[in-house]
């Protein structure tokens, strides 16, 4: 087990290794500049800038310069907002981010395999048909959309919710919904179709046949191993709700790490661009290694390491 973990984590540091150094040539191979503005610079303030932060050095010295500023943890200061590093921006808006990606990943776990499990035990009877139809509204409508009628419907025409913003708490259930939508439907529709296929295997027909009661065939047998295809979308599920879905953060005005990556990209504040692009990749990483250890957990044929001759 630790040797895999140490193996994943060496593969994880080259994956983050390539993810930064493509992220800052394509950066850097972006017309124009962080300062260009419609206001022109005049040419000794863009020297005196450049300068600054180092982008007057040639471009291999920089690359090398951003990795080691990468490996003591420092992503860099922001070229739009004077005096702030983009690791307290991101250290600002992780919290907002994080607090409306963990209820939007319990309302997926808790809506979404219940959902399945009811469709699957009631299958082509008005419950599955109900659930069926809901998943497919949910995967085909865009995030965006809901977000867009919802804010609407539940927040100028009812005013239930507030238009934007997290002023309490109520602030959070239109991007949740918005946020979530998708994933319970996608999840629903996976764990039904994984219940099915394992509720018709033998030794699903001999728990039957043996007398054991439903839930107990359900919970014991027939649920752990059909939450497999589900952990394998859990790992990306999460990290892209925990890291915050642009789109909605910024119809919402939530100043989380989403609508920051919106802003630096209209504000061309590269640096900004290039950390929570490496957040990201980072989480995203991390997310898939806990789902290949939770493997094991659900299913001890599974083995991490190679077997011996």
Request: proline fraction near 6%.
């Amino acid at each position: 087990m630790y040797s895999y973990v140490l193996r994943r984590l060496g593969m994880m540091a080259v994956t983050l290794l390539a993810i930064i150094t493509l992220t800052f040539f394509l950066m850097h191979a972006v017309p124009g500049g962080p300062f260009v503005s419609e206001r022109m610079l005049a040419p000794e303030i863009a020297a005196a800038l450049n300068a600054k932060y180092g982008l007057n050095l040639p471009i291999w010295q920089q690359y090398f310069n951003y990795i080691g500023s990468i490996a003591s943890f420092d992503l860099g200061p922001s070229f739009k907002y004077p005096g702030v590093s983009i690791n307290s921006m991101i250290a600002a808006g992780l919290p907002v981010t994080l607090r409306t990606g963990l209820l939007a990943v319990l309302c997926v776990m808790a809506l979404g395999v219940p959902m399945g499990i009811v469709a699957a035990l009631n299958r082509n009877r008005w419950p599955d048909t109900t659930v069926m139809f809901v998943a497919t509204l949910g995967v085909a409508i865009p995030s965006y959309v809901i977000a867009t009628v919802s804010l609407y419907v539940f927040a100028l025409r009812l005013g239930w919710v507030p238009t934007f913003g997290l002023e309490d708490w109520r602030g959070y259930f239109l991007p949740v919904f918005a946020l979530s939508g998708f994933w319970i439907s996608f999840v629903s529709r996976l764990t039904r179709s994984a219940l099915l296929e394992t509720l018709d295997q033998d030794y699903m027909i001999t728990a039957r046949a043996k007398g054991l009661r439903q839930h107990q065939i359900l919970f014991k047998h027939g649920l752990r191993n059909s939450l497999l295809p589900v952990v394998t979308v859990l790992g990306p599920v999460v990290a892209n709700l925990i890291t915050g879905s642009f789109v909605i953060e910024q119809i919402f005005a939530l100043p989380g790490i989403g609508r920051q990556f919106v802003l630096s990209i209209t504000n061309r504040d590269y640096t900004a661009i290039m950390g929570i692009t490496i957040f990201y990749a980072a989480i995203l990483m991390v997310m898939i290694l806990i789902v290949d250890l939770l493997y094991v957990w659900l299913d001890p044929r599974i083995k991490l390491t190679k077997a011996q001759p």
